[in-house]
């Protein structure tokens, strides 16, 4: 390629093309929708619009991973160079600022984009199942496409301004929460007696989500007397909201990348770090580290502890009905719970994707592997600093689950099977969040990047495996499940401790 404007978007395009990774995880997506449009023949037959079943949970899952894709994959396109502090010598080179932008973050959202049109021709298959015409699908692909659209350029703009992937990611995740969360959840009219001037902001805030969200838009394309057009006012929008994104990163480049290799960069430029410095060492070091340098520190931390108590104040005072308190109390905590659990599985998913890559990265690793302690004695201490981080997040889920306990005893429901089942869930959910955090920092060793939104992919397969090999064997299969995520997430710990000793050695 002569000109010099597209010359790293051709070469990203290239290396994209040609990786392992592309294909495997073509492959991985052709592997769900099979696996999808099995267990949907199997547990709904084919009466009751199967293909539309089929297609509507392709869709939710497919927009589910554009949005965690988004908060990570998408919004490490500049902040990588940063961290890595190579942005200085990309500089050097004779690539201006859009070259730059097209190279690091359109790359991305072309693979993206190829990755769901090769689902295309497999999810068509939901037309032979019945109760879905081929019109539904094309109009909910074009969403999908318009979302991610929007998606990549926010996080490309978050990636710009930002000092760190884990702040891009956050700048990201807030307006997506702020208009989906409290449009569809808190400010729900049915839930809510709001007044006329709420009523006005709330029909302002909910037109907003529309346009820039598919959620509406799916609600449409999945009903059955869908007949409207292929494009409608979400796709526009997503679109003018994206280029106003780009363009807005492309204004800003200049001002928040044009530091020094190594120096400040940025407009947030750890004035928060200034604001609540660490302070002395603790006495193990390695915690005091990791939990200022990795996880934010005190900052970060405060901000939970004030964070928390306001959601579980708006949870309140958002769902509050006085002739419905233990249904209130009841749906209050499960919605905390479910908002917590969210908040703590990407908080988990990050810590163990930046517990061991930082130090391989800067190739520090060999350092802190000459202390008189093993790789696991390291691994361990290193777990330390995440548990701390993770603790309002975990407290969080604890108060939803105690309210909605609480509200379920009011309801004059059986309290001893209340607490079996939470603490079933309790147990089937830590089993799998023990194999997630392995699994992802296992996977943070080989790759530069996309160890989180992968994971949870892995992690999605493995469910989706193991409920259709429960089916197939009469339900005998499903007593393996509480058992299966421990051994693997053995295997991935011994893999991670074996990697990181080679790692030292070849160092």
Not at 69 to 86: D, M
């Amino acid at each position: 390629m002569s000109s010099p404007l597209l010359a790293l978007l051709v070469r990203s395009l290239r290396e994209d093309a040609r990786g392992k990774l592309t294909c495997t995880a073509r492959a991985g997506l052709v592997l769900v929708v099979a696996v999808f449009m099995v267990l949907t023949v199997l547990t709904t037959g084919w009466g009751g619009a199967p293909g539309l079943q089929f297609f509507q949970a392709i869709a939710f899952i497919q927009m589910a991973f554009i949005t965690l894709a988004g908060c990570s994959y998408f919004a490490s396109a500049i902040t990588e160079e940063k961290e890595e502090q190579t942005l200085g010598l990309l500089r050097m080179t004779n690539l201006d600022p859009l070259s730059i932008l097209l190279g690091k973050s359109t790359s991305r959202l072309c693979g993206a984009l190829l990755l769901l049109a090769a689902q295309i021709p497999f999810t068509l298959l939901a037309v032979t199942l019945g109760g879905i015409t081929s019109r539904q699908v094309f109009a909910a692909y074009l969403a999908l496409g318009a979302y991610a659209f929007l998606l990549c350029n926010l996080a490309l703009l978050a990636s710009v301004v930002a000092r760190r992937t884990g702040g891009a990611g956050l700048l990201v995740a807030v307006p997506l929460v702020t208009l989906g969360l409290f449009a569809k959840l808190i400010f729900a009219p049915a839930r809510v007696r709001l007044s006329p001037a709420w009523s006005e902001w709330n029909g302002l805030w909910n037109s907003a989500a529309g346009a820039l969200l598919p959620l509406d838009r799916m609600e449409a394309i999945f009903s059955t007397t869908f007949a409207g057009p292929l494009i409608d006012r979400q796709f526009w929008s997503s679109i003018v909201a994206g280029l106003a994104c780009f363009f807005g990163a492309w204004l800003l480049f200049e001002r928040c990348c044009a530091g020094e290799p190594g120096g400040e960069t940025g407009i947030l430029r750890e004035s928060a770090r200034r604001r609540f410095p660490p302070g002395r060492v603790w006495r193990r070091a390695i915690v005091w580290k990791d939990f200022h340098f990795i996880h934010g520190g005190r900052f970060v931390a405060g901000a939970k502890y004030l964070g928390y108590p306001l959601l579980l104040f708006a949870t309140f005072f958002f769902h509050f009905d006085s002739f419905s308190i233990p249904e209130t109390v009841t749906e209050c905590g499960t919605f905390l719970v479910w908002v917590a659990g969210s908040i703590f599985t990407f908080e988990l998913g990050f810590a163990a994707s930046r517990l061991f890559r930082v130090e391989t990265r800067d190739r520090t690793w060999s350092s802190l592997a000459l202390l008189p302690l093993s790789a696991d004695a390291l691994h361990r201490v290193k777990l330390a600093a995440c548990y701390q981080a993770l603790f309002p997040s975990v407290l969080t889920v604890a108060i939803g689950m105690l309210i909605a306990f609480c509200g379920s005893v009011m309801t004059s429901q059986s309290g001893e099977e209340v607490v079996a089942v939470m603490l079933l869930s309790l147990v089937f959910v830590g089993m799998h969040c023990v194999l997630f955090f392995y699994l992802v920092a296992w996977l943070s060793l080989f790759l530069p990047r996309g160890a989180l939104p992968l994971g949870i992919a892995l992690i999605f397969l493995f469910d989706l495996l193991g409920g259709l090999l429960g089916l197939a064997t009469l339900g005998l299969g499903f007593l393996a499940l509480p058992f299966v995520p421990l051994i693997a997430a053995r295997v991935f710990r011994t893999r991670l401790l074996e990697r990181l000793e080679q790692l030292a050695a070849e160092e």
